[in-house]
């Protein structure tokens, strides 16, 4: 027999992951802690995409990332299916590949109907790699290289023009270009301040006050066919009302444009809705989200007359963040009497550095005794020569031993893209899971890896 199950409020942990609790699980799955293929099996094994935990680490090793392909294209299908109910036959969604680029993650977007937003010449080869087409590619960034501009024409994806001197770039290089033009909106919202973008004081985007400008410009430029506009206000947000706003400010610039005889005929609202990575983050579902930019434009077009234009959003992390989990593997412990008890697993700030960056708070289950009473508050810290590579503080675990799989949840943005070889930890290697089978995405990295790009100076070589 196979149980679902869910995070609940367990009384006398705090919190514990128990089976059959009476969370309702929203099937919105940045609404969840876990992927929606999640079961305890007979084994009292956490489950993912059919498969069984322990087993993968079994067989590919640990840490492991594994990302349940049903989830990711859940997301993708509610993502495309609101934006068609809120904004029938002219809306286009963007996978924000920042979030995880590889050639799988871009080649399943792209197979659901999905665009890429990409932010270097990188992520552009990688989307290109895996098949993504042009007219489904939108090159952002804040320092583009002209390198990476005549990588972008010659690949025909529209680019996202972010200043001054990419515009004079583009016009020096002066081959035919479609552009949109991103803008700082203005626009604040309760996130973490490396996350935040919206506010004029951001490294992103035109100064809204310099339209005038910038206008009088674009508009002389022959090779530039200026196609939108692009504002992303910032990244893990749960408020809605930041991107209702959001429309009514982009309308306004379109209005202005007119002015310079430029007709608009795309808006490219970003990213940012937020995903559960505990028990009390409450995001709004996609549907609302959607619903929420959807109305935000075409409510100011309705008010300003104008005709809808092409809606296009670039969501990341409430695409792929919760279809993700990370197994450790636990080692070495110690306990400082009346002070705290600190677990230690194989990875750490290398694979996941957001707790470290932004002081990000995961949970995390063990993944080979589902149903084990809660019986610790530990902390588990990683394995690196850093005292705040912690994962997570205080996490409320059953009794743990060496050899022990915890599984840390919502994994799957923000941490493989951000992942590095401090202390040269080899990269761990990404499983996607489906219907009992697991394909290997990304391989392990080999110590033979860690020094490919290592020379040593002739002399020293002898
Ligand atoms: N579009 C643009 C222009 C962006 O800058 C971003 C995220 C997105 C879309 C996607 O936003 P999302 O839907 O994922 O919120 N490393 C940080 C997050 C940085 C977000 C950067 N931009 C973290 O780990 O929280």
Redesign the pocket.
């Known amino acids: 027999m196979v149980s679902t199950f869910h995070p609940v409020e367990s009384e006398n942990s705090g919190l514990g992951y128990l089976p059959n609790s009476n969370h309702t699980p929203t099937n919105s799955p940045n609404q969840e802690l876990l992927p929606l293929t999640a079961k305890i099996n007979n084994g009292d094994a956490l489950e993912i995409g059919g498969c069984d935990v322990p087993s993968l680490v079994k067989q590919f090793g640990s840490p492991l990332y594994i990302l349940d392909e049903e989830t990711l294209r859940t997301a993708c299908r509610q993502y495309k299916q609101a934006m068609e109910r809120y904004y029938p036959g002219q809306s286009q969604v963007?996978y924000?590949s920042?979030?995880w680029s590889c050639l799988a993650l871009c080649a399943i977007a792209h197979s659901e109907g999905l665009g890429i937003?990409v932010?270097s010449g990188g992520e552009l080869y990688t989307a290109i790699a895996a098949g993504v087409t042009p007219d489904k590619l939108y090159l952002?960034g804040n320092n583009k290289s002209v390198s990476e501009l005549n990588y972008a024409i010659a690949s025909n994806c529209t680019i996202?023009v972010d200043n001054w001197q990419e515009l004079h770039n583009l016009v020096t290089i002066n081959a035919p270009t479609r552009i949109m033009l991103?803008l700082t909106p203005g626009i604040e919202c309760h996130t973490?301040e490396?996350?935040r973008?919206g506010h004029l004081d951001s490294k992103?985007g035109f100064d809204p006050n310099q339209l005038d400008e910038v206008f009088a410009f674009v508009s002389q430029q022959e090779c530039l066919n200026f196609v939108g506009f692009?504002a992303?206000i910032?990244?893990?947000?749960f408020e809605r009302q930041p991107h209702q706003d959001l429309g009514a400010v982009m309308v306004q610039w379109i209005k202005k444009a007119a002015k310079y005889s430029l007709k608009i005929s795309e808006l490219n609202v970003?990213?940012?809705?937020?995903i559960r990575y505990t028990e009390s983050d409450d995001p709004p579902s996609i549907d609302e989200w959607v619903q929420t930019i959807c109305h935000g434009v075409k409510d100011a077009c309705i008010a300003e007359n104008l005709p809808l234009p092409k809606l296009l959003c670039?969501?990341?992390?409430?695409?792929v963040?919760s279809a993700c989990i990370t197994a450790y593997t636990i080692g070495s412990s110690k306990v400082i009497p009346e002070i705290r008890t600190y677990i230690a697993v194989d990875g750490g700030m290398s694979d996941n550095?957001?707790p470290i960056?932004?002081q990000?708070v995961y949970r995390a289950v063990v993944a080979n005794k589902m149903s084990a009473p809660i019986t610790q508050t530990v902390t588990v810290a990683g394995k690196h020569c850093e005292s705040g590579d912690i994962v997570i503080k205080n996490a409320t675990l059953p009794t743990t031993n060496p050899g022990d799989i915890l599984v840390v949840m919502a994994t799957g943005?923000?941490?493989y893209?951000?992942a590095s070889n401090y202390n040269r930890l080899p990269r761990p290697a990404a499983v996607l899971v489906n219907k009992g089978e697991a394909n290997l995405i990304l391989q392990r990295e080999t110590y033979q890896d860690l020094i490919r790009q290592d020379r040593l100076p002739e002399r020293l070589s002898s």
């Open positions: 963007l924000a920042k979030a937003d932010v952002h996202v991103r973490h490396y996350i973008t992103f692009h992303h910032g990244s893990q947000i970003g990213g940012g809705l937020g670039e969501p990341g992390r409430s695409l963040g550095p957001r960056t932004y990000s943005a923000y941490n893209s951000m």
